[in-house]
């Protein structure tokens, strides 16, 4: 039987692929289907925690918002129950594009499952060749963790040595890791709507990390002893108060990705000098669109966006006092910088 064959090597590993002389169209484009998933790139969650480190990504996005990357408005799909499906496409000229595919899902919880799964895909943009698939929901907790810490960076105060971290689920210990490497705390506060979950991670957190970390029950203390707080539920009501703050804390809100969804009050936004990671979140989150149509927030108030610090283009904290809030709602340059360094890191490793 006359055959060719179709071969590959990248990072070590080759393919090899055997077609029929004379296949049926159909045929075709299953062969050349599956011959291109198997010379993509698969990147799981494994290799991800061993690619990708907080300082190094952290750096990567910071010199990554100072150059053209394109980044379309997020596509926000409903379906099935309060489930929703995003598709967040970025890509940068001549370099690499990529798409990241996730499904939110919060009533997973209540069956053990993950709220949040996805995949995201890289292709380089010259040719429009893809070239790996990764893990989308710990792409996506490393991306968004490291940029609230780069954005702390900016707007923290300096000598901040207790964080408070809101929340328990899967983005917490990457949000608690990340900030940790832009400020040395001396103590991590831990509150959860559910104290054996918020104990859990203070163990887990403080084994890891050698330090103190301490579940508190009431959220208003801890608030009030924290000088960063960071904030990562699917809250549909506030749980920051603004009467609760105290002058020269920074507040990094960053589970509210629906206009019904909000985490921190009014009071809270009108009290803080506000900074975005996109515009779009000004419709997409009720933290802001709330308090916009309470005519506390404007658009010509926010003080400015993560791209705008890291430019240079905006001041980010003029005094000691000044209480700074940052809500970040997602970017697909985020995704798209990740795993373009976890991409070529591969490469050089493996």
């Not at 919880?109 to 710990?138: C, H, K, W």
């Not at 964080?163 to 959860?192: C, D, E, K, N």
């Not at 009014?266 to 005519?295: C, Y």
């Not at 404007?298 to 993560?306: A, V």
Request: proline residues 4%; contains cysteine; negative net charge.
């Amino acid at each position: 039987m006359n055959a060719r064959s179709f071969r590959r090597d990248d990072f070590g590993f080759s393919m090899q692929l055997r077609v029929l002389k004379r296949p049926s169209q159909g045929s075709i484009m299953i062969i050349w289907t599956i011959a291109y998933l198997c010379m993509m790139l698969l990147i799981s969650d494994y290799h991800l925690h061993r690619l990708l480190d907080f300082p190094s990504l952290i750096l990567a996005l910071e010199e990554g918002f100072r150059s053209d990357i394109v980044t379309p408005q997020r596509h926000h799909h409903a379906f099935g129950e309060d489930a929703t499906f995003l598709l967040m496409p970025a890509w940068q000229e001549g370099g690499y594009l990529g798409c990241k595919l996730i499904t939110v899902k919060p009533l997973n919880r209540g069956s053990g499952l993950p709220s949040i799964q996805g995949l995201y895909l890289l292709f380089n943009a010259e040719t429009g060749e893809p070239i790996a698939q990764m893990d989308g929901p710990v792409l996506t907790n490393y991306r968004t963790a490291a940029a609230s810490a780069l954005a702390a960076d900016y707007l923290a105060p300096k000598q901040a040595e207790t964080l408070l971290m809101v929340g328990t689920g899967s983005l917490a210990p990457f949000l608690i890791r990340a900030h940790q490497s832009v400020r040395q705390y001396r103590q991590i506060l831990i509150w959860g709507r559910q104290f054996e979950k918020s104990m859990l991670l203070a163990e887990n957190m403080s084994s890891e990390m050698n330090l103190k970390v301490e579940a508190l029950q009431d959220l208003r203390l801890a608030v009030e002893m924290a000088d960063v707080i960071t904030v990562a539920t699917l809250s549909e009501n506030p749980l920051i108060q603004g009467e609760w703050l105290k002058p020269g804390q920074h507040i990094d809100l960053v589970g509210s990705y629906k206009p019904h969804m909000r985490e921190a009050d009014s009071l809270a936004i009108e009290r803080s000098k506000v900074f975005i990671d996109t515009w779009h979140a000004l419709e997409e989150t009720g933290d802001l669109r709330i308090p916009m149509e309470e005519g506390v927030l404007s658009k010509q108030s926010i003080s400015g966006t993560l791209i705008d610090l890291c430019k240079k283009e905006v001041t980010a904290r003029k005094s000691e006092g000044e209480i700074t809030l940052f809500k970040s709602v997602g970017h697909a340059s985020e995704d798209l910088i990740a795993s373009v360094l976890a991409y070529q890191k591969y490469g050089s490793i493996y």
